[in-house]
């Protein structure tokens, strides 16, 4: 949706590298979701935050409602960490609104 | 285990036709909502169910209507299906509207 822009919407790495996702709000966000659609398709889910900082192995998100941004940073990269990243942010009367998506994949 | 259903996974359906996508859910989770998938566009929220017969609009809701008859099932209907209604539809879950989402494995609909 116009209320959260996604970037990059594609990125490339190698093995055993990292970078960071990230999402921009132009509105008060609640609450932020971070979701992996592997290549089946498959919503994962990686993380909610409705503020701080959460991290589960080699992930970590990272949601700054006051500065209206989230970032989700990927460290060692792995061949199957490549999919299509979502974030998702919950504002206003339980709206719920997507980005559009960063498209990973990962180079042997 | 956990657990968001969908079905039939895959439809193909002339203009004009009804459609019937279903979702259940084995968590007891409160809250139920439809998303449709389409390229560049991300998830767009449909309708949200926060409890049986508690229904409430999403972003895109023309053109289609949700029934929640029971808290374990929520249900997404076409009544005559557009061809710009041909999409991948995502049904997930959680406890409250607050909580963190699950995701059924989605249902793509052609419709011709």
């Known amino acids: 949706g116009d209320q959260v822009e996604q970037s990059p919407s594609a990125l490339s790495l190698h093995e055993g590298t990292g970078s960071a996702l990230r999402c921009n709000f132009t509105t008060t966000m609640r609450a932020v979701q971070w979701f992996q659609q592997n290549s089946r398709g498959s919503l994962i889910n990686l993380f909610y935050l409705a503020s701080g900082t959460k991290e589960n192995g080699r992930l970590k998100s990272t949601f700054n409602s006051k500065e209206s941004y989230s970032t989700l940073h990927i460290r060692d990269a792995q061949l199957e960490d490549s999919g299509t990243y979502f974030c998702?942010?919950?504002?206003?009367?339980?709206?719920?609104?997507f980005g559009a998506g960063t498209k990973l994949t990962i180079k042997p | 285990d956990m657990k968001v259903t969908q079905m039939p996974r895959y439809l193909i359906k002339r203009m004009g036709e009804n459609v019937l996508l279903e979702c259940g859910q084995d968590m007891s989770h409160e809250t139920m909502y439809w998303y449709r998938q389409d390229p560049g566009l991300g998830l767009q929220l449909i309708y949200i169910?926060?409890?049986?017969?508690?229904?409430s609009e999403g972003d895109i809701p023309k053109g289609y209507r949700v029934s929640r008859k029971k808290r374990e099932h929520f249900s997404l209907i076409l009544d005559s299906a557009k061809t710009n209604q041909t999409s991948v539809y995502f049904c997930?879950?959680?406890?409250?509207?607050?909580?963190?989402?699950?995701f059924g494995p989605g249902t793509r609909l052609l419709v011709l």
């Open positions: 997930a879950s959680s406890f409250g509207d607050q909580d963190t989402q699950y």
């Open positions: 998702a942010a919950t504002y206003g009367n339980e709206k719920i609104t």
């Open positions: 169910s926060y409890d049986v017969d508690s229904n």
